[in-house]
């Protein structure tokens, strides 16, 4: 990617470190800024720290769920405007339905298409330009 004016930065939220490095290292070749969460409670201190300018969000997180977290993200005036795209080993409809109810920018099943989630990232984050 060419200069742009500033790095997008991705939070991820995943328990999986496999997950976490494969996703980091795919994306920040695309010239993203990573920021890496394995729990929620991790999840809520970075964005105290600074507000990502997209979300990649696992639903099965141990402790609270993606579900909460999302929920609790969407609630608060500092970041519901966050677009957060759910990747999930949930594959089923009801899952699905539900986080794109509740504003998900859209929810990937795991294994993850990389070639899709990075056209998906990209749009979406150009588009917040």
């Known amino acids: 990617m060419n200069s742009k004016e500033k790095q997008s930065s991705i939070l991820l939220v995943d328990d999986s470190t496999t997950n976490i490095a494969l996703l980091e290292a795919v994306l920040e070749d695309?010239?993203?800024?990573?920021?890496?969460?394995?729990?929620?409670?991790?999840?809520?201190?970075?964005?105290?720290?600074?507000?990502?300018?997209?979300i990649l969000l696992d639903l099965l997180i141990p402790k609270i769920s993606g579900f909460d977290f999302f929920e609790q993200i969407r609630n608060d005036e500092k970041t519901k405007h966050i677009p957060v795209i759910v990747i999930s080993a949930l594959s089923d409809k009801?899952?699905?339905?539900?986080?794109?109810?509740?504003?998900?920018?859209?929810?990937?099943?795991?294994?993850?298409?990389?070639?899709?989630?990075?056209?998906?990232?990209?749009?979406?984050?150009?588009?917040?330009?």
């Open 30 to 54: 695309k010239g993203y800024q990573i920021v890496k969460a394995q729990s929620v409670k991790d999840a809520f201190a970075s964005i105290k720290k600074k507000i990502p300018d997209l």
């Open 94 to 129: 009801l899952s699905e339905t539900r986080v794109l109810a509740m504003g998900a920018a859209d929810f990937i099943s795991k294994p993850v298409d990389i070639q899709y989630l990075t056209k998906k990232v990209d749009t979406i984050l150009n588009q917040e330009r």
